[in-house]
């Protein structure tokens, strides 16, 4: 069984400029979830994506926006880079909606310049 | 609105001793609590878990207590060794579903 991956593991990107980070779940996992880590604090929840469908959303602007697959993949895309979106993106998957263990991923450093 | 929080950002213990690591939350909706464990440069790992319907849980050297009249839930860790020093993040899930609400992180360290 494997676990849950991340890519890339590290980023640099502009201001204004468009990112997409990945994540693969373990199989089987149904439900994926994304947290914002900035430096010092703990993760912060993004959005949660179950068989597709968002199933929930933090206090992110829609610039912030997901997809899920059906071969247990997912995207996080952020737009209009700022400089305060640099962080530790995390997804986190687990078996389903009424599964509360969730299984992180080593996450992506993203650094806005 | 800090709704789960650490009010320890760090702590250090002697390997062999107790730590215990606080966890104050605010939201009565919440009904499951979970502690991770968090390496450098690795994603939080799951430790141990808590329903409401409960006051206590242990997994090996690793027991959590909740005390819901005071939102407060501990993490004992008995005995200390110098591979726990990681930071600990204690998280809580409502009726909304299994989205997670952290706390800020105690960094743990174990010195031999």
């Known amino acids: 069984e494997t676990g849950v991956t991340q890519s890339p593991t590290h980023l640099i990107k502009t201001r204004g400029q468009q990112v997409t980070l990945r994540c693969s779940s373990q199989?089987?996992?149904?439900?994926v979830s994304w947290y914002q880590q900035a430096l010092g604090q703990g993760p912060q929840f993004i959005f949660q994506?179950?068989?597709?469908?968002?199933?929930g959303r933090g206090n992110f602007p829609p610039r912030f926006s997901g997809l899920q697959f059906p071969n247990y993949s997912s995207e996080l895309n952020v737009n209009a880079l700022e400089l305060d979106d640099s962080a530790l993106y995390l997804c986190?998957?687990?078996?389903?909606?009424?599964?509360?263990?969730?299984?992180f991923g080593p996450g992506t450093r993203l650094t806005v310049t | 609105d800090q709704q789960v929080k650490q009010n320890s950002p760090s702590l250090s213990v002697q390997e062999g001793r107790i730590s215990i690591l606080n966890c104050d939350y605010t939201?009565?909706?919440?009904?499951?609590f979970l502690w991770y464990k968090k390496y450098p440069a690795e994603g939080p790992t799951f430790l141990i878990s808590?329903?409401?319907?409960?006051d206590k849980n242990e997994d090996g050297r690793f027991t959590v207590f909740l005390n819901k009249s005071a939102k407060h839930l501990s993490l004992h860790i008995v005995p200390s060794q110098p591979g726990d020093s990681a930071v600990y993040f204690c998280?809580?899930?409502?009726?909304?579903?299994?989205?997670?609400?952290f706390g800020g992180g105690t960094r743990l360290m174990v010195k031999p």
């Open positions: 986190a998957s687990s078996l389903d909606l009424g599964g509360y263990e969730q299984y």
């Open positions: 199989s089987g996992h149904n439900t």
């Open positions: 994506y179950y068989r597709e469908e968002e199933n």
């Open positions: 939201n009565s909706m919440f009904d499951y």
């Open positions: 808590i329903s409401s319907i409960k």
């Open positions: 998280a809580a899930s409502g009726n909304a579903g299994n989205m997670l609400t």
